[in-house]
């Protein structure tokens, strides 16, 4: 059984400045996928970033980057930079398996982010 | 990129009555598709695997006979949530394994389900 947990059910941030989003998980698989996708109030599914198991560096994605630490099973979004549009919910979400397989993905209970202008 | 449509976008209902919700990949082929349900200010919970010409596979706890899943050919997977309740009413979305992007996974804009 897989299990995704992020602790902050809300968190502001002042614009301009860098926010970490918090998410740990378990899985008992060495090869796994993590993913962060953005979910604003429309209800569309964004693709943020994503880590691969065996990925020896950190992944990034412009004002997106993801603090891998996979002793501690430990994936933290870091938003730099926050802007307006960033105040959406963001989840957290891992795939078990091969990166060719059709495993499935499992979301955290998310985080609702709130820019403060 | 990969395109997931997914129709319609809501639907209200009279309890009782069927709804069918459509996803279908527009530029790949999906042989697998995932469906979600998301109730308001919660989390995607997955509620089955749909796969391409076999049984869709569904999560400990989801009533195969009341959301029915089909998934006749390698671009369209069916949502058909039968004899619909109140408690139904949640946001349903799909999602899509692309294997043009060797860690893709496309997700459908979402079913916005009232019943009344």
């Known amino acids: 059984a897989q299990k995704i947990t992020q602790t902050q059910p809300g968190m502001f941030v002042q614009e301009k400045e860098a926010v970490t989003l918090d998410c740990t998980y378990d899985t008992s698989d060495q090869s796994y996928g993590l993913f962060w996708y953005k979910q604003p109030s429309s209800g569309e599914m964004i693709f943020l970033i994503y880590?691969?198991?065996?990925?020896?560096q950190n992944a990034t994605e412009g004002r997106y980057s993801l603090n891998f630490q996979k002793a501690r099973k430990s994936a933290n979004l870091v938003i730099s930079a926050s802007q307006l549009g960033d105040s959406a919910m963001y989840f957290c979400a891992m795939r078990e398996g091969s990166e060719t397989s059709y495993d499935k993905v499992i979301f955290g209970p998310g985080t609702s982010l709130s820019v403060i202008p | 990129g990969a395109v997931v449509s997914q129709h319609p976008s809501w639907v209200i209902c009279k309890s009782g009555t069927s709804v069918k919700i459509e996803c279908r990949s527009l530029d790949f082929q999906a042989t697998t598709m995932f469906w979600y349900r998301q109730f308001p200010k919660q989390s995607l919970m997955l509620m089955a695997t749909s796969n391409e010409g076999s049984k869709a596979t569904y999560e400990q706890g989801v009533e195969k006979d009341k959301f029915l899943i089909n998934h006749a050919s390698l671009t369209l997977s069916t949502l058909t949530v039968t004899s619909a309740h109140p408690e139904d009413s949640s946001f349903y979305i799909c999602?899509?394994?692309?294997?043009?992007?060797?860690?893709?996974?496309?997700f459908g804009s979402g079913t916005r389900l009232t019943v009344v």
């Open positions: 999602s899509a394994r692309d294997l043009g992007i060797h860690y893709g996974y496309t």
């Open positions: 880590q691969g198991s065996y990925d020896e």
